[in-house]
């Protein structure tokens, strides 16, 4: 009897119970995002936890410019760290090759005789122009782990030295930060 | 209808002739008027920024505080070309170095992690967090690491403040800022210095070292500033623990702005946040707080100028 009339009255307010149904697929798809969103950023913050292990897996070796298998001029242990956390930040391609740029100009900073002037000028126009790069391909809000390469990368006394040594070469330079075409390196 | 039309001309050409020796005469004479036309020949002259970084500074970090204070005030439409007068603290990174390396004598866990001395530098940062994660054995050593490189950079900026770190390399800054100043003012180009903490000592030395009439024509914004001297208007913040304890060894300049503590403040542009309230992008160009207002308007003062 009390479904009958359930079912009578579903008949007669046809469009309200559309509505009702409509606004549950609706609030039960957004939870679900929600939930899905809740579970991607814990399993982000797990991941970053465990990339954090880059403290013991970073190169010490005693010399200046570290080992580079691959020849690409970016240290083995930086190239890791970029790998990982582009897939832990969903990096694209071109951000990819933004921050690679980025840590191999800072590499170059170490290696070269910071007392030539040339040289240590050119150095200067590869971070400035990596520093565009980035900031041109993440749209200009560079994520805070492509900048924790300068630090990993002078991560040893000696480093320290060289790194040192370069910036006090640069003390009382003046350089423009103006974006150019060729920023990125194809 | 041929002289109506030749009549036409004629005054046309008259008018112009006569505008012409109007213009020229004001141009040459030495009247008022000309102080007139020279005032709007300078409010037409490009503008460059120049930037003055702080202590424990990179020239890596510098252009990237250049880029974020580019990207902070994009929205002015005045074409303005963005300038970094790098100076390098060697002695204070030195003495970072000479104590670091003493305490990872003390503290193996921490051999050779020398990444963690940026973040020392700045008394705070991830790579100290993450390395507290791996080796927590390690959190104690870190903390009276963070707090000797306090020490030092406030021992380092007074002295700084009383001259005492002046030597050969310092006068050489001063001199190659000096030439490029000449060189963008040679060029037509109208400076505005905005210097950040140390950076105020090298900004107020080269503003004194500028001919009378080049320095008319310059604005100093002083943020932070780590020095009893000024030539323009300053930006602190209540809460910047830097510059407060500076105010008790040697005197600086009064609080010109309050921001809300370090738990309930929004990050800069750089998504960090500075427990010290000292930090360039992380306090004074975060548009969030006052201090990015108050420097908005000393440069809003100055571009309209």
Not at chain 1, 31 to 38: A, D, I, L, M, N
């Amino acid at each position: 009897m009390n479904f009958q009339k359930i079912k009578e009255w579903l008949k007669l307010n046809k469009d309200v119970v559309n509505a009702i149904a409509s606004l549950l697929i609706f609030l039960f798809v957004l939870t679900g995002w929600e939930v899905y969103k809740f579970f991607k950023i814990a399993s982000m913050f797990e991941s970053d936890i465990k990339k954090n292990a880059y403290s013991q897996t970073l190169d010490r070796s005693t010399d200046v410019a570290g080992p580079d298998i691959n020849h690409n001029g970016i240290r083995d242990d930086i190239d890791k760290y970029i790998e990982t956390q582009a897939k832990i930040e969903d990096w694209n391609d071109l951000q990819i090759k933004a921050v690679q740029q980025d840590a191999k100009a800072t590499q170059v900073t170490l290696t070269i005789n910071s007392q030539n002037k040339k040289a240590s000028d050119d150095a200067s126009e590869g971070t400035k122009k990596s520093i565009n790069c980035i900031f041109k391909q993440f749209n200009q809000k560079p994520p805070p782990s492509s900048f924790e390469i300068e630090k990993l990368t002078v991560n040893t006394k000696t480093r320290w030295i060289a790194y040192s040594a370069y910036n006090s070469s640069r003390s009382g330079s003046v350089g423009s930060m103006d974006d150019k075409d060729d920023d990125c390196v194809r | 209808m041929t002289i109506v039309f030749v009549n036409i001309i004629g005054k046309i050409l008259l008018a112009i002739f006569i505008l012409t020796v109007i213009g020229g005469l004001l141009r040459s004479c030495s009247s008022p008027l000309k102080n007139i036309f020279t005032v709007h020949q300078k409010s037409n002259k490009s503008v460059v920024i120049g930037f003055f970084n702080g202590v424990n500074t990179t020239e890596k970090q510098t252009q990237k505080n250049v880029k974020y204070l580019k990207d902070s005030f994009a929205d002015i439409k005045k074409p303005i070309q963005y300038e970094y007068f790098y100076n390098y603290t060697d002695g204070l990174v030195n003495y970072n170095l000479e104590v670091f390396e003493q305490r990872m004598a003390e503290q193996p866990l921490l051999h050779n992690h020398y990444e963690l001395l940026f973040d020392i530098m700045d008394e705070g940062g991830p790579i100290i967090s993450s390395t507290i994660k791996d080796i927590p054995a390690a959190a104690g050593a870190i903390a009276s690491l963070i707090e000797t490189s306090h020490v030092l950079k406030i021992t380092y900026l007074t002295n700084e403040i009383a001259g005492k770190n002046r030597s050969v390399k310092t006068s050489q800054v001063y001199r190659e800022h000096l030439d490029k100043a000449k060189k963008f003012n040679k060029e037509g180009k109208r400076l505005i210095f905005l210097a950040h903490s140390q950076g105020n000592l090298f900004a107020n030395k080269l503003y004194e070292s500028l001919p009378k009439q080049t320095q008319k024509e310059t604005v100093v914004i002083h943020v932070a500033p780590a020095s009893q001297i000024k030539h323009g208007g300053h930006v602190l913040a209540d809460k910047d623990y830097v510059i407060s304890v500076l105010n008790i060894t040697g005197n600086v300049f009064p609080i010109s702005v309050k921001i809300p503590d370090a738990d309930s403040r929004p990050p800069g542009l750089n998504g960090k946040i500075d427990n010290l309230g000292h930090g360039f992008v992380e306090i004074y160009i975060n548009k969030e707080l006052g201090t990015y207002r108050q420097i908005r308007k000393y440069l809003n003062l100055a571009l309209s100028d």
